[in-house]
Structures are given as structure tokens and as C-alpha cells.
């Protein structure tokens, strides 16, 4: 359907379509030649932006509809300004989706991504946008930077603070000890640890003949703990990702969703075997479980059916973000990468190539 015929099912006014679509309208011609030019921040704006107007577009179609409903208005038609802006919404959406399009299809990579059932222009510009494949060697960085590494944990401010006290004790100076064991027992690179101190500004140039020595504050140490070590947009858009291989595991093109059923399955024999009885004791520690019904499986040494569901879920996320890696890796540098730890070193042989993988030119 396109937007003026939306419009008109929607009975929007010509006054209001003159003043509102056609701008927007012109705009799109203009999308599309622009849109291959777009940078990585501009593309991540686009990501963003384009999901704030989906939401937008649902509320006012709702709103919409909610006015023809007989039960909360009998006889009712929604006002031209309701149809407006629905229609308007929608169309942005739209355009957004269509310069996203036009910069996934800009590499090879993005084509890749677009070959696959359940992942469309905006989810393949996001992963696009975010990942820098010069920033992770291995797949390894993506799963950590995207929140779903387990062994990288939020400590928050009140986390961090005691990390702090505990490893510094009352005093006020910081050395270059603190650090490195503070970075080992948050889980981080010291390197990394170190920048995103120094970026907290609380760092203070000290009195000695070295002019490149730094004192590092108690303050910028905690506000630098308790960042966030993820991408939160980049974690959102992960979650999407296995929300939309579920979704289309009964597709007859779909890859994706049948192997997250096939771990699902998997899952829950290990589950019912009794081998997940130290994942569910970890749960009770880690998580103030309220519901008795919830609690009661956990403390029984089993994990829930949602748990296991989010695992798979999880899981085939995983795997296709490795596939991402190993697709835009070989793109970028012309060869495949390194083989993950567990096939070069321990000697692991299954391995699940990426699908559409190379790509079929016309």
C-alpha cells in the first residue's frame, strides 16, 4: 500500500495530505541517493530514530482505532489530525527504512545479513553501524560489546564504590597496582580500564618531573566501574535479532529459528537430566526471585521454561554474530579469521559455517 493510498483509508484531508506528505514525499527521492554516503554515527541515528517512530506509528494507529472501537466510542471517527499524523508516522518509518536499506546493501556484508530470514535493512545497518571489525579480532569482542559475554557483570555505582573500598581501602591514592587488580577482578582489560578513567575527567596531572604522569581520583575510578562495559542499543538490537528468528523458525527459508528449536530441545533434556542444578543455585544468589511459583522450580535445581527459552534464544544470537563476524571479516580483510579457541586449540571439529555464505553475484 503506498501513502496516499494509506491516506485515503485512513480519510485524511487533502488540505492536511498537501501540507503533510508531500514534503515528505520529495524527500524520499532524495533518501535514496544520500543514503549510501551515510557514516556509521549518522546510520546508529537512523537505527534509533527509526524504531522512535515505529513506536510513534503504533500509538497513533491505535489511537485510531481506538475511536472506531464501538465499546469506548459508538458512532465515532477519529479527527483528521489522528489520521494525519498515522499516516505521517507511517510514512516516516518508512523513508528511514529505505535509506537504511540503501546503506545495508552498500557492502557485502550488509547483502549477507539481508539474505537471511527474520533480518531486514534497519537490523543489518544497526549491526553495521555498530560493529568495527578492526576493534574485534574474534567474535569473542562482538558478544561482549553487545552484553552477552556472562562473565562481564554492571556493578553500578554502589558495585563499584565497594570494589573500590575493598581493594583500596580508606586511602585516597590510586596506583597503578589498584588498577590492574581492580581491572582483574571487574573483568577488564587494564588498557581499557585505564581510557575509561581518564575520560571520567577526575584524573589530576601530579607535581613530579615526569609531565605525562597522572594521579588518578578515588571518583573517576567508581564512575568508571560503573559504566555499563556494553553497548546498551547494540544489546537492544541483539535481543531483536533472536525475538525475530522465534518468530520465523517456521518460515521455509528460515535457518536461524529452526536451530534455535533444536537447542531449545537440547536445553531442556540437559534441564530435566538434572545438569543445570549449579545454574539454578547461581540464579537464587544473583537474583531476588519474588515469585514463589518462579522461586520453588529454581531452589528445586531446575531452571524454568522462560530461563531456557532466553537461553536458546540467546545462544542462536550468538551464532549468528559469529557468522556476522566471520562474513565481515573475510570482506574487510580478504581472508577468513581465526579460528575460535575451542577448534584451534582444543580441538573441537563441529562448526556451523554461515549459510548464504559466499554470496551468489548475478
Known amino acids: 500500500m503506498t501513502t496516499l493510498d ?4 485512513l480519510e485524511v484531508s487533502s488540505e492536511l495530505l498537501e501540507i503533510g506528505l508531500d514534503p515528505l514525499v520529495r524527500l524520499s527521492r532524495d533518501l535514496k541517493r544520500a543514503a549510501i554516503e551515510l557514516g556509521d554515527d549518522e546510520a546508529r541515528y537512523l537505527v534509533d530514530y ?11 494507529v491505535n489511537m485510531a482505532r481506538s475511536f472506531r472501537d464501538e465499546e469506548i466510542a459508538p458512532g465515532n471517527e477519529p479527527h483528521a489530525i489522528i489520521n494525519w499524523l498515522a499516516t505521517n508516522t507511517d510514512s516516516m518509518e518508512k523513508l ?12 557485502d556484508n550488509g547483502v549477507w545479513c539481508k539474505s537471511i530470514t527474520g533480518i531486514g535493512p534497519v537490523i543489518t545497518a544497526g549491526l553495521m553501524a555498530h560493529i568495527d571489525i578492526t576493534k574485534a579480532p574474534t567474535v569473542g569482542h562482538i558478544w561482549r560489546f553487545a552484553g552477552l559475554d556472562p562473565s562481564s557483570s554492571w556493578l553500578g555505582r554502589e558495585g563499584a564504590t565497594k570494589l573500590v573500598s575493598d581493594v583500596v581501602g580508606r586511602g585516597t591514592t590510586i596506583t597503578n597496582e589498584h588498577v590492574e587488580q581492580l581491572a582483574r577482578l571487574s573483568n577488564r582489560k587494564v588498557a581499557n580500564l585505564r581510557n575509561q578513567i581518564l575520560q571520567m575527567g577526575g584524573s589530576e596531572w601530579n607535581d613530579s618531573d615526569d609531565d605525562n604522569a597522572v594521579v588518578i581520583t ?3 575510578v567508581i564512575k568508571a566501574l ?6 546498551a542499543e547494540l544489546k537492544t538490537l541483539c535481543w531483536k535479532i533472536g ?3 522465534v518468530k520465523f523458525q517456521n518460515h521455509p527459508n528460515d535457518f536461524y529459528g529452526k536451530l534455535y528449536v533444536s537447542r531449545k530441545a537440547y536445553e531442556h533434556e540437559r ?14 544468589i ?11 522450580v529454581y531452589e528445586s535445581g531446575m531452571l524454568t521454561d522462560g530461563h531456557i527459552h532466553s537461553s536458546a534464544k540467546r545462544w542462536v544470537t550468538k551464532l549468528f554474530l559469529a557468522h556476522f563476524h566471520h562474513v565481515t571479516y573475510e570482506t574487510y580483510y580478504g581472508e577468513e579469521p581465526p579460528k575460535p579457541y575451542v577448534l584451534d586449540r582444543l580441538g573441537h571439529v563441529h562448526v556451523i559455517a554461515p549459510p548464504n555464505w559466499p554470496l551468489e553475484l548475478d
Open 218 to 220: 578515588r571518583a573517576s
Open 286 to 296: 544473583d537474583t531476588n526471585i519474588r515469585k514463589r511459583e518462579v522461586r520453588e
Open 6 to 9: 494509506y491516506a485515503d483509508e
Open 226 to 231: 560503573a559504566k555499563r562495559p556494553w553497548n
Open 96 to 107: 528511514i527504512k529505505g535509506a537504511l536499506d540503501v546503506y545495508a546493501d552498500s557492502k
Open 243 to 245: 525475538e525475530s528468528f
Open 271 to 284: 534441564n530435566n537430566n538434572g545438569q543445570y542444578a549449579q545454574r539454578a543455585a547461581q540464579k537464587l
Open 50 to 60: 527509526y524504531y522512535t517512530w515505529q513506536e510513534a506509528r503504533k500509538r497513533a
